[in-house]
């Protein structure tokens, strides 16, 4: 029965709900190994790509790739953070994709492998190639340096995007910039609103949402996590007035401001049964945890929340919430990457705390291809390896089994995110 289902969870198609798949990176021909290290959560590994409060202003720096590489850059993945799960992962695909054997990279097959990227990216149907050797079916993709991109148009009709809001949390003033460098104003100006006012602000906040799917985009996402903490207060709209027109608002004003425009997000999401995605754990981790996001949650009974990458490392805290709030679904994005041990665990907590068979899906979260394809089949290893646990134990039958791992690769998210 175990080898039964693992085949099964391997051969099922998937709906990949959540990758970074932008035009600039997955159609970039002139791509090398390191530049897969670099653009990959592996490179997190050498740099956190994101500043905490207490340091200097910066946008999005992935680390640089050397423009004379040698062994002991890639040697400084492979070797010095070679048990790193990011790391694991990435090698992982390489070794299936590019053929490698069990050696995986080394000092001797590196170049020819540096060598054999470049030439795969040269073609512009690789990447289709991988994505269809994965498996997967459709993408969801938050091209977060074009939040307004129609990825269906620009990447294919395989996708579909969400529409990340952070801009529009610190649009308080023209200069004002998300840490992506986004403008809510830009923004408004793309869509052809005149904003002079904070009333003009309002009103541009439903031509934003009511245009989604005109860009073919399902879902809000917000990654204010990595902007601001995740404690949205009643809304206060005196105060977010204060904070609009100025350069430098003072904090609660910031705050007030950003909290009402999430609020009123929020509402227009439910009134639009629109799909509101949160970025949850890591990130400013001071601010990130899940139950900062419960007040919000519990003023919008009528909006679907996404919440994202089991929260980690905060999951049990999670999972308690989407059991108490109906509202709420769980993208298991990201937590799979980041620890598959701790993932093992919170899927079988999942499991067991979760009202309906309904509420899981999971995506790669990945910039490259390469990335993807092992993020998908780490994650089918995974579920295979925990349902085949509770078949063990008796706790579900081999039906029940496929039927839950069938809801989590694909029929979850077609459900959730209305996808034909």
Same mark, same amino acid.
């Given at each position: 029965?175990?080898?039964?289902?693992?085949?099964?969870?391997?051969?099922?198609?998937?709906?990949?709900?959540?990758?970074?798949?932008?035009?600039?990176?997955?159609?970039?021909?002139?791509?090398?190994?390191?530049?897969?290290?670099?653009?990959?959560?592996?490179?997190?590994?050498?740099?956190?790509?994101?500043?905490?409060?207490?340091?200097?202003?910066?946008?999005?720096?992935?680390?640089?790739?050397?423009?004379? %590489?040698?062994?002991?850059?890639?040697?400084?993945?492979?070797?010095?953070?070679?048990?790193?799960?990011?790391?694991?992962?990435?090698?992982?695909?390489?070794?299936?994709?590019?053929?490698?054997?069990?050696?995986?990279?080394?000092?001797?097959?590196?170049?020819?492998?540096?060598?054999?990227?470049?030439?795969?990216?040269?073609?512009?149907?690789?990447?289709?190639?991988?994505?269809?050797?994965?498996?997967?079916?459709?993408?969801?993709?938050?091209?977060?340096?074009?939040?307004?991109?129609?990825?269906?148009?620009?990447?294919?009709?395989?996708?579909?995007?969400?529409?990340?809001?952070?801009?529009?949390?610190?649009?308080?003033?023209?200069?004002?910039?998300?840490?992506?460098?986004?403008?809510?104003?830009?923004?408004?100006?793309?869509?052809?609103?005149?904003?002079?006012?904070?009333?003009?602000?309002?009103?541009?906040?439903?031509?934003?949402?009511?245009?989604?799917?005109?860009?073919?985009?399902?879902?809000?996402?917000?990654?204010?996590?990595?902007?601001?903490?995740?404690?949205?207060?009643?809304?206060?709209?005196?105060?977010?007035?204060?904070?609009?027109?100025?350069?430098?608002?003072?904090?609660?004003?910031?705050?007030?401001?950003?909290?009402?425009?999430?609020?009123?997000?929020?509402?227009?999401?439910?009134?639009?049964?629109?799909?509101?995605?949160?970025?949850?754990?890591?990130?400013?981790?001071?601010?990130?945890?899940?139950?900062?996001?419960?007040?919000?949650?519990?003023?919008?009974?009528?909006?679907?929340?996404?919440?994202?990458?089991?929260?980690?490392?905060?999951?049990?805290?999670?999972?308690?919430?989407?059991?108490?709030?109906?509202?709420?679904?769980?993208?298991?994005?990201?937590?799979?990457?980041?620890?598959?041990?701790?993932?093992?665990? %919170?899927?079988?907590?999942?499991?067991?705390?979760?009202?309906?068979?309904?509420?899981?899906?999971?995506?790669?979260?990945?910039?490259?291809?390469?990335?993807?394809?092992?993020?998908?089949?780490?994650?089918?290893?995974?579920?295979?390896?925990?349902?085949?646990?509770?078949?063990?134990?008796?706790?579900?039958?081999?039906?029940?089994?496929?039927?839950?791992?069938?809801?989590?690769?694909?029929?979850?998210?077609?459900?959730?995110?209305?996808?034909?």
């Amino acid at each position: 029965m175990t080898d039964d289902l693992s085949v099964f969870v391997y051969a099922e198609p998937v709906v990949d709900i959540h990758e970074h798949h932008m035009p600039e990176i997955l159609n970039d021909r002139d791509v090398g190994l390191l530049d897969l290290f670099a653009q990959s959560y592996a490179g997190w590994t050498h740099a956190r790509p994101y500043r905490l409060s207490s340091e200097a202003a910066s946008g999005y720096s992935p680390p640089v790739v050397p423009e004379a %590489a040698g062994w002991g850059d890639v040697a400084a993945y492979v070797d010095r953070s070679g048990s790193n799960a990011f790391v694991q992962t990435l090698v992982s695909a390489l070794t299936d994709l590019y053929s490698l054997g069990e050696a995986g990279i080394t000092r001797e097959n590196w170049e020819s492998l540096d060598a054999d990227v470049r030439r795969r990216h040269a073609d512009p149907g690789w990447p289709e190639q991988v994505i269809a050797r994965a498996g997967i079916e459709e993408i969801i993709t938050d091209p977060f340096s074009d939040p307004l991109l129609d990825a269906r148009v620009a990447l294919g009709p395989r996708y579909r995007s969400v529409a990340r809001v952070n801009a529009l949390a610190l649009g308080w003033h023209p200069d004002a910039r998300d840490h992506n460098g986004n403008s809510g104003h830009a923004f408004a100006r793309v869509l052809g609103v005149e904003v002079e006012t904070f009333d003009d602000y309002l009103s541009f906040l439903e031509r934003f949402v009511d245009t989604l799917a005109e860009r073919n985009q399902v879902a809000l996402k917000s990654a204010l996590a990595y902007d601001r903490g995740l404690s949205f207060d009643e809304p206060d709209e005196a105060l977010a007035r204060q904070a609009w027109g100025r350069p430098e608002p003072s904090p609660d004003e910031r705050k007030a401001f950003g909290d009402f425009v999430v609020d009123r997000l929020c509402a227009l999401a439910g009134e639009r049964d629109v799909p509101f995605q949160m970025h949850l754990g890591t990130a400013l981790i001071r601010g990130s945890h899940p139950m900062n996001a419960a007040g919000l949650v519990e003023r919008h009974p009528g909006t679907r929340f996404l919440l994202m990458h089991l929260a980690y490392p905060w999951s049990r805290d999670l999972l308690g919430l989407a059991f108490v709030y109906r509202n709420i679904w769980l993208d298991l994005t990201w937590a799979f990457l980041l620890s598959p041990s701790h993932f093992k665990l %919170a899927l079988h907590e999942a499991i067991d705390v979760l009202p309906d068979e309904g509420r899981m899906m999971f995506g790669g979260d990945c910039w490259h291809a390469e990335e993807s394809y092992g993020a998908v089949m780490l994650a089918r290893h995974l579920i295979a390896e925990v349902l085949s646990e509770r078949v063990a134990g008796g706790y579900l039958d081999g039906e029940g089994a496929r039927r839950l791992a069938r809801r989590i690769l694909s029929e979850n998210a077609r459900a959730f995110f209305r996808l034909s």
